[in-house]
Nanobody, 118 residues
Framework: QVQLMESGGGLVQPGGSLRLSCAAS????????MGWHRQVPGKERELVAV???????NYADSVKGRFTISRDNNKNTVWLQMNSLKPEDTAVYYC????????????WGQGTQVTVSS
């Protein structure tokens, strides 16, 4: 069974940094796109960043220049380096991945809370 396990959330002051990690495990044949989304109460989940297996990336306009997504294909792991954090970045951050496995499809992590506050 495929699982995505996230870590790295927490409380940080405005202007600070956090690094989120997400590792996929299980009977995996291949991991295609990996990405991060975020959600605040009362709003729809929104895309933050996505990275293809070849390394090309795409970011939401609100995080361009501040966040960096990266991955290690050998470890089936994706990271989100978040710098210059703002209060409006506060949300639950979810990792997701398109995985080829015994049961192929889109998988989601459990979510990790990021709070930016002084």
């Amino acid at each position: 069974q495929v699982q995505l396990m996230e870590s790295g959330g927490g409380l940080v002051q405005p202007g600070g940094s956090l690094r989120l990690s997400c590792a996929a495990s299980g009977n995996i044949l291949r991991v295609n796109d990996m990405g991060w989304h975020r959600q605040v109460p009362g709003k729809e989940r929104e895309l933050v960043a996505v990275i293809k297996s070849g390394g090309s990336t795409n970011y939401a306009d609100s995080v361009k220049g501040r966040f960096t997504i990266s991955r290690d294909n050998n470890k089936n792991t994706v990271w989100l380096q978040m710098n210059s954090l703002k209060p409006e970045d506060t949300a639950v951050y979810y990792c997701n991945a398109e995985i080829v496995a015994t049961v192929s499809g889109g998988y989601w992590g459990q979510g990790t809370q990021v709070t930016v506050s002084s």
